[in-house]
């Protein structure tokens, strides 16, 4: 029964290229969130998804990022022409949808050089 | 707008000793509380969470928080430390009955357990 999985674990970025970050969720999720942790910071809120459907985006930056998650395959984060500030850890959550239970996966970790 | 805020980047204890991590909140109403571990390059493991019912909750790994509405805190205990507790303990909070959905979260604490 495998977890959220997040793939890759690190990726390294050179400044102006585009970074795809996959989560699939466990088995049976259809929500997703993304979160990014900043340095000696928290996790901060980006993206909340369901099959097809963006439905809260309010911690997304306005311009660069997109996220998708489609009918099959994983959701996808994107962030097109990366900087240095882009450089975090980003978490991907799952959940049945509702006040059940929402799992993390370990996270990608993007350095921008 | 909800917000965490967590004393102490760092919290040093002896193994055997008392954990005490502290957490506050702001929100206008009554929210649900979260307590998470990271471990190093692990991601959120859920360790406890409180959404309205018991104010004393128990969690995992004999860790467990106590809701007080008047102090709008929500601390983290351990009666005694063991060295495999050292890790990043965050304290999060979502508006009541959005499940976890848009969580926030504080900064974290670090927990050194030492010999």
């Known amino acids: 029964n495998a977890g959220v999985m997040q793939n890759p674990r690190h990726l390294v970025r050179r400044r102006g290229q585009e970074a795809r970050l996959r989560c699939s969720p466990m088995k049976g999720h259809s929500h997703v969130y993304w979160y990014r942790q900043l340095p000696e910071e928290g996790l901060k809120f980006m993206v909340y998804?369901?099959?097809?459907?963006?439905?809260?985006e309010s911690g997304m930056p306005k311009e660069r990022f997109s996220a998708e998650f489609p009918k099959e395959g994983p959701s996808i984060l994107r962030i097109q022409q990366v900087v240095r500030g882009d450089s975090a850890a980003y978490f991907c959550?799952?959940?049945?949808?509702?006040?059940?239970?929402?799992?993390f996966g370990q996270g990608t970790r993007l350095t921008v050089v | 707008a909800q917000s965490v805020t967590q004393l102490g980047s760092h919290v040093s204890v002896s193994e055997g000793a008392l954990v005490l991590l502290r957490c506050n909140y702001s929100s206008s109403v009554p929210p649900y509380l979260f307590w998470y571990v990271q471990y190093p390059n692990q991601g959120l493991q859920l360790l406890l969470k409180?959404?309205?019912?018991?104010?004393l909750v128990k969690g995992i790994n004999g860790f467990e928080a106590e809701f007080k509405k008047s102090e709008t805190s929500f601390h983290l205990t351990k009666p005694s430390a063991h060295m495999s507790d050292a890790a990043e303990y965050f304290c999060a909070v979502s508006p009541p009955n959005s499940g976890y959905s848009t969580l926030t979260f504080g900064k974290g604490t670090m927990l050194l357990v030492s010999p």
């Open positions: 959550a799952s959940s049945g949808g509702g006040e059940t239970e929402a799992f």
């Open positions: 998804l369901q099959k097809e459907n963006i439905i809260d």
């Open positions: 409180y959404t309205s019912a018991a104010t």
